[in-house]
Structure formats: C-alpha cells, structure tokens
C-alpha cells in the first residue's frame, strides 16, 4: 500500500464524478474502473436471464414454475434485501458527514440483513432438493438454479467485503483505500438488490401469472 492512498482522506470530498473540472480525483478514477467491472457482471447476468427465457417451459414433465416458486416468500426476501441497501446508504451518509460510528453501525445493520436474506435463499434451495428439484431434472431448472445460485453467490462475495470493511474502518479510518472501497461496495450491493428486484419480477412474479 502506497502511502498516499493510507493517508485519511475527507469523505465529504469523494465523489463519484469530478464534473466541474473535468477531471478525476483518484477515489472517482478508480471508481470507475468498477464500473467497467460492474458493466461486464451485468451480461452475465443479462446472459443468464435470457438462458431462463428459453428453458422456463422446458420442465421434461418435472416441476414447472408455478409449482417451484412462493411469490410471498420472495417478496420478504426482496423486502429484506432492500433494507439492507437502505442501511447501507445510511451508512454512505454518516460517511459523507466523516462518523466513523455511524458507518460501522449501518454496515452491521446491512450485513445482518444480507445474512437473513441468505438464510431465506438456504432454506428455499433445502426445500427444492427435498422435493427433487435439482438443477440436473430439466433444463428449465438448470436454468432457474444456475440464475439463482450466481445471484446468491454475489451475495456471499457482498458480505464477505463487507465483513472486511467493518475491520478495516474501524482500524484504519477513512483512508483513501478504504472510502474507494466502501463506495465500491455500495455499487456492488446496490447492484445485486436490482439483480434480486429482477428475479422477483421476472421468474416469482410472473412465473404465477
């Protein structure tokens, strides 16, 4: 690590985009360096829900859509998944004001969400290979499993940096490091809730309609 980017840094100064200048501050130049990252993430993605399109009615005579999915359930789990962005944008505003405490507090706040939320996808995923379900029956749940997975494994990467950035703001402070990698992960996560609004869509919502 240099040591420019170990020197604290004023949060209320990291932004994004420097428009006025035209120009980049370091934390914006290496920003969007994740966006081109966060670009290529959303064709897979993009990918994946196109491969579900095709197979969605390809059961081969197991378990179709409607017999797989509880819009209900989902609709805690979007709710859930939600909240942990909100407390995490909580968290980017005592950021932005330099409160160490209240970033590391909406952090925990976000990665007790995130776990709950990954909880309710462990016991969704239990109670299909209970009822044999598995990805390798049809094409259609190959596809709704390989989607679904992908997602939740994003989710396991979310918390693990998470995890790591509560230790890292509460030994090191607002470094330049660590303030461009909490706004990363704020991209990340918020990337990841619009993936999950999308599958409670587009497979739970009109999967029953």
């Known amino acids: ?18 428009y006025e200048d035209h120009g980049h501050d370091p934390i914006s130049t290496r ?27 390809n ?16 609709m805690w789990e979007t709710v859930v998944v939600l909240t942990s962005v909100f407390a995490y944008g909580l968290g980017m505003a005592a950021l932005k004001r330099g409160n160490r405490s209240g970033v590391t507090t909406w952090l925990l706040v976000a990665f ?7 909880g ?30 992908t997602h939740g494994l994003h989710m396991v990467f979310g918390l693990l940096w998470m995890a790591i950035m ?16 909490l706004l990363n992960l704020r991209l990340f996560w918020h990337f990841q809730a619009i993936i999950w609004v999308c599958v409670f869509t587009f497979v739970y919502l009109k999967g029953v309609l």
Request: net charge negative.
């Open 166 to 181: 509560l230790i890292q703001v509460a030994r090191e402070g607002f470094t330049q490091n660590v303030v461009y990698r």
């Open 120 to 149: 309710m996808e462990y016991k969704e995923f239990a109670d299909l290979l209970a009822a044999g379900a598995i990805p390798q029956r049809s094409g259609f749940l190959s596809a709704y499993w390989t989607m679904v997975l």
């Open 1 to 18: 690590m240099s040591s420019h980017a170990a020197e604290s840094v004023d949060p209320r100064t990291a932004v994004l985009w420097d």
């Open 59 to 74: 059961a081969a005579g197991g378990p179709t859509i409607t017999d797989i999915v509880h819009p209900i359930y989902a």
């Open 31 to 57: 920003t969007f360096g994740f966006w081109l990252y966060m670009l290529s993430d959303a064709m897979i993605f993009a990918a994946l829900f196109a491969a579900y399109g095709v197979y969605v009615r």
């Open 112 to 118: 007790v969400l995130g776990l709950v939320f990954l």
